[in-house]
């Protein structure tokens, strides 16, 4: 962790040149093209440990070879969720690109929380480095919706919505239905569709939602 996390880039680059050679023979199937490519990458990457293991691992490997390397569990959910959104982060250009950016950067940060959302598109910028400038362009304006829905919005997850399941099962709703109504209104104010206030939900509630459908 210590080396993956070095600050100065060179020197750092050269001690994880010394430990992918030194843990070949143990895990041989570490992802990397050669050890000159990792090494670029990193270089280029942030001195963050969880986006050089991401940058360095293979999706399908990550768990074990990180438990073969003694991180914890949450070590190792974090560098797969930052691996995993960021390849999707790319392969789903359109979906966030120009407005709708905004709600794209707070399903990121609802799926995986404000660290592993920042550190997933800033793995993307470095999957992108090189490539067409409007992607950077893009994911630059991206990395700014994430930061600024993280620090603005208390409404990605379901215990800042501004309602609950007390206030649903006033209004007559039951069991699975109150997680679905909940998720639904969520989604709706993630898109700015609807103020997140409680007074503005329960109207909406009483005017738009039916006890019978299901909105999961």
């Known amino acids: ?33 050669d050890t ?24 399908n490997n990550i768990e074990i070879i990180m438990k073969r390397l003694r991180f914890s569990n949450d070590d190792v959910y974090n560098v797969a ?16 690109k120009g407005n709708n950016g905004k709600y794209y950067s707070r399903k990121l940060l609802h799926d995986i929380g404000y660290k592993n959302a920042i550190y997933a598109v800033e793995y993307a910028i470095l999957l992108a480095h090189k490539q067409d400038s409007d992607l950077m362009t893009n994911l630059l304006l ?30 007559g709703y039951r069991g699975r239905q109150i997680g679905y109504t909940l998720n639904y209104l969520l989604d709706i104010v993630m898109q700015d569709m609807i103020p997140n206030s409680k007074k503005e939900l329960i109207n909406y509630i009483k005017n738009n939602c039916s006890k019978e459908e299901d909105y999961g």
């Open 142 to 171: 991206l990395r700014n919706h994430v930061y600024k829905s993280g620090q603005d919005d208390s409404a990605y997850t379901l215990s800042g919505l501004n309602v609950n399941g007390n206030d649903l099962l006033e209004l």
């Open 1 to 33: 962790t210590k080396t993956l996390s070095y600050p100065n880039k060179i020197e750092s680059t050269e001690l994880i040149t010394l430990l992918i050679e030194l843990i070949k023979p143990i895990v041989k199937d570490i992802y990397f093209i």
């Open 81 to 96: 969720s930052i691996r995993q959104y960021g390849h999707k982060i790319i392969n789903e250009q359109l979906s966030w």
């Open 36 to 59: 000159d490519d990792v090494c670029q990458r990193l270089i280029e990457s942030p001195s963050i440990f969880e986006i050089r293991l991401a940058t360095l691992l293979d999706l």
